[in-house]
């Protein structure tokens, strides 16, 4: 008799408690604060390596997780060419595809890394906290986590959440 009035309590008290924390949609990411993990070993075939001292360049960098079959990963892409264009040292990692459907794509579309990490396990990404792609993380010069951004770099949550977070990172 009393079993179903507080299974529903708890319900009540936890989906309240989920509707009123401070960012409901976000992740939270352990890595915030704390240095970068690793970039994988290996890169894609004629492309620059993404390397661990690339994040310590003593320059903001944006480090992204990219899939070439993932449709949001497309859907952000030009956003990823614009802040190279603007100058940002753009990082890439790629994973969980293949070799040659993920350098087709940057054939295709234009690469817009610095650097291309290949990750095809998935491994590095499990180390980032990675969830599924795109996952974008802002890394201030000496590697240090500054901020993590779950989805496309497309919309209002870009603008209201990751450009705020990048100008922060940048006027350090």
């Keep these: ?70 449709p949001p990963c497309r859907a952000e892409h030009p956003k990823l060419l614009e802040m190279q264009a603007d100058g940002l040292n753009m990082i890439g990692v790629n994973f969980k595809d293949t070799e040659g459907n993920a350098t087709r794509y940057l054939e295709d579309e234009k690469s817009p890394f610095a650097g291309v990490g290949f990750d095809p396990q998935g491994r590095v990404a499990i180390d980032w906290g990675v969830t599924a792609p795109p996952e974008t993380f802002i890394v201030d010069g000496d590697g240090t986590v500054l901020f993590r951004f779950a989805g496309p770099l497309v919309g209002s949550d870009y603008e209201q959440r990751f450009l705020p977070a990048l100008e922060d990172a940048l006027n350090r």
């Excluded at 008290?13 to 401070?22: D, T």
């Design 1 to 70: 008799m009393i079993a179903p009035p507080a299974i529903f309590a708890a319900f009540v008290i936890l989906a309240a408690v989920g509707m009123y924390r401070e960012d409901p949609e976000g992740l939270p990411s352990m890595l915030v604060g704390k240095q970068a993990p690793s970039m994988p070993q290996d890169a894609l075939p004629d492309y620059p390596a993404a390397t661990d001292d690339m994040l310590r360049s003593g320059e903001i960098s944006v480090v992204n997780f990219w899939a070439s079959w993932c």
